[in-house]
């Protein structure tokens, strides 16, 4: 599957700006993926978005509310928030150069691929990974992307750019209050050399496919045991599950509004027994027909007498 882009700008250095594409560089769907399932049915859970006394609800009437610490919310329609003017919404801007490795390893978040939009793009695009790479040097930015603003780190990778998002000063938790316990005594010499000839011995350049996720592998190995067993307990969506079949978490609501349509008829049909019972009762009294009285009271007294005998029962 061919990727997709998650932010179109430009990067700008100076006066010179360059059309690019942002691709995200984790594949999505590598690993082995669980689905919650009801035991006693075997069919899968999902999840609604409720509201108490109100029951399921619409996306489309989901705000976006801030708290503000006395039980109250300030509540934000999305255009307000759309509305929100930022440069960095089109335009990554290198404001800042750092030494390549100046960047301690707790601020990275995320990377990113960086690819010029199109041949125009190129020439420029490779002026600035080549002066980055001779200057070993990091750029810093900011961007906007899924309605928020990041820093980010960009630097040389292979034949192209790689940018990272930087978590903020303010999202990092101050490190002294774990470590201050840490008593601050003298290595011992001999084990500090033991150590350091182990370091030695076990230091080769890093090959990321050197290593194995082993978890996984036992995972897969004992998924694919059970599927040759036929005494593996199994479960089958239902046609509706299998086609209509999405994340979890997505809100199914053409369950909610099928509830919600079923309710309301049956609060219908509940009104207009209830009109009916009321109509026939006055014209009853109008008419001088006993008989049509009679019958109607005995059509009540034997649903009465009959929920009366379930309850019992």
């Given at each position: 599957?061919?990727?997709?882009?998650?932010?179109?700008?430009?990067?700008?250095?100076?006066?010179?700006?360059?059309?690019?594409?942002?691709?995200?560089?984790?594949?999505?769907?590598?690993?082995?993926?669980?689905?919650?399932?009801?035991?006693?049915?075997?069919?899968?859970?999902?999840?609604?978005?409720?509201?108490?006394?109100?029951?399921?609800?619409?996306?489309?009437?989901?705000?976006?509310?801030?708290?503000?610490?006395?039980?109250?919310?300030?509540?934000?329609?999305?255009?307000e928030i759309d509305a929100?003017?930022?440069?960095?919404?089109?335009?990554?801007?290198?404001?800042?150069?750092?030494?390549?490795?100046?960047?301690?390893?707790?601020?990275?978040?995320?990377?990113?691929?960086?690819?010029?939009?199109?041949?125009?793009?190129?020439?420029?695009?490779?002026?600035?990974?080549?002066?980055?790479?001779?200057?070993?040097?990091?750029?810093?930015?900011?961007?906007?992307?899924?309605?928020?603003?990041?820093?980010?780190?960009?630097?040389?990778?292979?034949?192209?750019?790689?940018?990272?998002?930087?978590h903020y000063e303010e999202?990092?938790?101050?490190?002294?209050?774990?470590?201050?316990?840490?008593?601050?005594?003298?290595?011992?010499?001999?084990?500090?050399?033991?150590?350091?000839?182990?370091?030695?011995?076990?230091?080769?350049?890093?090959?990321?496919?050197?290593?194995?996720?082993?978890?996984?592998?036992?995972?897969?190995?004992?998924?694919?045991?059970?599927?040759?067993?036929?005494?593996?307990?199994?479960?089958?969506?239902?046609?509706?599950?299998?086609?209509?079949?999405?994340?979890?978490?997505?809100?199914?609501?053409?369950?909610?509004?099928?509830?919600?349509l079923n309710d309301g008829?049956?609060?219908?049909?509940?009104?207009?027994?209830?009109?009916?019972?009321?109509?026939?009762?006055?014209?009853?009294?109008?008419?001088?027909?006993?008989?049509?009285?009679?019958?109607?009271?005995?059509?009540?007294?034997?649903?009465?007498?009959?929920?009366?005998?379930?309850?019992?029962?």
């Amino acid at each position: 599957m061919a990727s997709r882009a998650i932010w179109k700008g430009q990067i700008r250095l100076s006066l010179v700006s360059i059309p690019v594409e942002i691709h995200s560089a984790r594949k999505s769907g590598s690993r082995i993926s669980f689905r919650q399932i009801h035991g006693p049915s075997g069919k899968p859970v999902r999840y609604q978005k409720t509201v108490p006394g109100v029951g399921p609800v619409d996306s489309d009437d989901i705000l976006k509310g801030y708290e503000t610490g006395d039980g109250e919310y300030i509540l934000l329609e999305p255009d307000e928030i759309d509305a929100i003017k930022l440069e960095t919404k089109k335009t990554l801007e290198l404001v800042q150069f750092v030494g390549a490795t100046e960047i301690a390893p707790i601020w990275f978040d995320r990377p990113y691929y960086i690819v010029p939009q199109d041949d125009l793009a190129e020439d420029a695009y490779r002026v600035v990974r080549d002066a980055l790479r001779q200057a070993k040097k990091t750029g810093l930015g900011q961007l906007t992307m899924r309605g928020k603003e990041y820093l980010c780190a960009i630097r040389p990778c292979g034949d192209g750019l790689l940018m990272e998002t930087l978590h903020y000063e303010e999202d990092i938790r101050d490190a002294d209050p774990l470590f201050s316990s840490i008593e601050d005594e003298a290595t011992d010499d001999d084990l500090l050399e033991v150590a350091t000839q182990l370091i030695e011995k076990k230091t080769a350049p890093f090959d990321a496919s050197a290593f194995e996720d082993h978890y996984a592998a036992a995972l897969s190995e004992l998924i694919e045991a059970k599927s040759k067993s036929k005494k593996t307990p199994r479960s089958k969506a239902s046609d509706d599950e299998s086609s209509g079949r999405s994340d979890g978490n997505v809100v199914d609501l053409m369950d909610a509004l099928k509830k919600s349509l079923n309710d309301g008829k049956s609060a219908k049909g509940k009104g207009a027994s209830s009109s009916r019972k009321s109509t026939g009762s006055k014209s009853s009294a109008k008419s001088s027909s006993s008989k049509s009285s009679g019958s109607a009271k005995s059509g009540e007294s034997s649903k009465s007498g009959s929920g009366r005998r379930k309850k019992a029962s």
